[in-house]
């Protein structure tokens, strides 16, 4: 079984919008999985489907074998706990420090008035500890957020989603605010964390070249419909304009480079 | 290029419905100013004669300041008096402010919710805090009592707007962010909601502090709730012991600018570390 099935997903907003049309894909576990599209295809409205983070119009989603549209209360809670997000701006409580924003992600796991005090176990605290030693950032534990660089401000923001020992990872445009040097940190970080940990990376991008250099597998999505499902080997020039619906030629990335390299 | 200019006068303002309201107004009030001005009854006071005397009772209020009927102690305790009133007032009012402002925020609670504590709100906030108190004296009595319970009543209904309108405007990331990782509503609250308004929420409560304690000094000479207003109100109406009066007011005006430096600071503290 897979670790996530898709089945004739479609979200709609208002009676003119159709954000998802019939989505359907599956993803085995430890899959690293890109989708590309263009802006407004609806690739961040799929990845908050899965997490819940916004309501399916139709159709079913299931994670792990449980179907996720139809959960509520304690049962959501525990499913978002098993999938971690990280987000294009980061998503930090700013005035906050590093640690504090990492132990976030164990809300999820803890009832309401441990959450509000912010009372974490020693175990909980030394993972937080471990988890940032690993991305380098145990000199920053203590900082405020918003003393941080994009890049670092991001790395925190995965380390809150491995706190919460995910099975999944769902990545919305991670890169997309940082430097270049950063972001092949980032795409790197997450690389290794798909192989060492196992874990699955669902990924939204904007760079098609990305897309191709990291993931095992390419979702094209144009409208609300999958364009393309494959490897990347198998993507061409062809379904790359078809995915973001130009004409060959008004793209910045052409495939020879791939081939040239 | 000439050709191009129309001959009459180019409309620089639009004369849309906004604009001409405005003007209209603006007139209707020149108008009637004009009016009161002219038609007003003195009562045959003479206007510089009494502008004059005016005049030289600031000069007792302000230079011939000196107490009589109270003691140095007794003006500290009654100033105290009037202080611990608006004291507490914000705090009975900023407590239960809080949690209604959670419901009211639109970004924390259910449209409708947010409107049905809205609406309450601004329905209270409408009645003036003098009538609060007012109102409640029928119930508990002219005195402190009622002052208490009607200033706070008030702060209730203005520290929710305000403070609804700052969680309103925190950055819904952070918010989307705890969520999704399974942190519940509550949760949300305290780990997200409250870190990043705290500076604000302090700055709303001092100031809803300095109203209340200005309505306290007034609430003391209206409606019996004692402390330094209820002195001025004697000094002034019982004693007409203008020189007295000059003290209490500059007792007022050190405490209010005493608490505006200490606002001043302990915000700079909170929002240099958290």
């Keep these: 079984m897979s670790l996530l099935e898709i089945e004739n997903v479609s979200k709609r907003y208002g009676s003119e919008t159709l954000a998802l049309n019939s989505v359907a894909f599956s993803v085995e576990a430890g899959e690293f999985v890109a989708i590309i599209g263009p802006s407004g295809a609806g690739k961040s409205t799929l990845l908050r489907c899965i997490n819940r983070l916004i309501d399916v119009s139709s159709g079913d989603i299931r994670f792990d074998g449980v179907s996720v549209p139809k959960l509520r209360g304690a049962a959501l809670r525990r499913h978002r706990t098993q999938i971690g997000m990280i987000f294009q701006h980061y998503n930090l409580v700013n005035r906050l420090s590093v640690i504090e924003n990492v132990l976030h992600g164990r809300l999820g796991y803890k009832n309401t008035l441990q959450g509000i005090l912010g009372l974490y176990t020693e175990y909980e605290k030394r993972e937080a500890v471990r988890i940032l030693e690993t991305l380098g950032l145990s000199e920053q534990m203590y900082k405020r957020c918003d003393q941080l660089s994009g890049g670092q401000k991001q790395r925190v923001g995965i380390a809150r989603a491995l706190v919460q020992q995910p099975k999944m990872l769902l990545c919305d445009e991670p890169i997309a605010s940082l430097d270049p040097s950063s972001a092949k940190v980032i795409m790197d970080t997450l690389r290794d964390i798909n192989q060492t940990m196992g874990i699955t990376l669902l990924v939204n991008l904007h760079q098609v070249d990305v897309a191709l250099h990291y993931a095992e597998r390419i979702i094209g999505i144009n409208r609300g419909q999958v364009i393309y499902d494959g490897p990347p080997q198998a993507l061409n020039n062809e379904q790359i304009y078809q995915?973001?619906?130009?004409?060959a030629g008004e793209l910045i990335l052409d495939l020879k480079e791939r081939y040239a390299a | 290029m000439e050709a191009t200019i129309p001959s009459r006068r180019i409309q620089v303002r639009p004369r849309n419905r906004a604009?001409?309201?405005i003007q209209v107004t603006l007139l209707t009030l020149t108008v009637l100013t004009l009016y009161g001005l002219v038609t007003i009854d003195a009562r045959n006071?003479?206007?510089?004669?009494?502008?004059?005397?005016?005049?030289?009772?600031f000069r007792v209020v302000l230079f011939e300041a000196r107490l009589k009927n109270l003691s140095w102690f007794d003006l500290f305790r009654e100033l105290m008096v009037t202080v611990g009133l608006g004291l507490l007032t914000t705090v009975f009012g900023a407590v239960p402010a809080f949690f209604f402002a959670l419901?009211?925020?639109?970004?924390?609670?259910?449209?409708?919710?947010?409107d049905a504590v809205k609406a309450v709100m601004?329905?209270?906030r409408a009645v003036p805090t003098v009538l609060w108190v007012l109102f409640f004296a029928v119930t508990v009595g002219l005195g402190a009592a009622a002052a208490v319970i009607g200033m706070t009543f008030h702060s209730i209904s203005y520290l929710v707007k305000a403070y609804a309108e700052t969680f309103e405007e925190l950055d819904e990331g952070a918010l989307e962010a705890l969520r999704a990782s399974g942190a519940?509503?509550?949760?949300?609250?305290?780990?997200?909601?409250?870190?990043?308004?705290?500076?604000a929420i302090l700055s709303w409560t001092f100031v809803r502090f300095e109203i209340n304690f200005s309505v306290a000094i007034a609430m003391g000479a209206t409606a019996g709730a004692g402390g330094i207003g209820y002195d001025m109100f004697m000094a002034s109406s019982f004693y007409l012991d203008l020189r007295e009066l000059g003290i209490f007011t500059y007792a007022v005006l050190i405490f209010a600018i005493l608490l505006e430096w200490g606002a001043t600071r302990l915000k700079e503290t909170v929002g240099a570390t958290r």
């Design chain 1, 243 to 247: 995915i973001y619906g130009s004409e």
């Design chain 2, 19 to 21: 604009n001409i309201v």
């Design chain 2, 45 to 57: 006071v003479e206007f510089f004669a009494a502008f004059g005397d005016m005049l030289a009772n």
């Design chain 2, 103 to 114: 419901f009211a925020a639109q970004n924390l609670a259910p449209r409708r919710v947010t």
């Design chain 2, 122 to 124: 601004a329905f209270v």
């Design chain 2, 184 to 199: 519940n509503w509550w949760q949300t609250v305290f780990q997200a909601v409250v870190p990043s308004s705290a500076s």
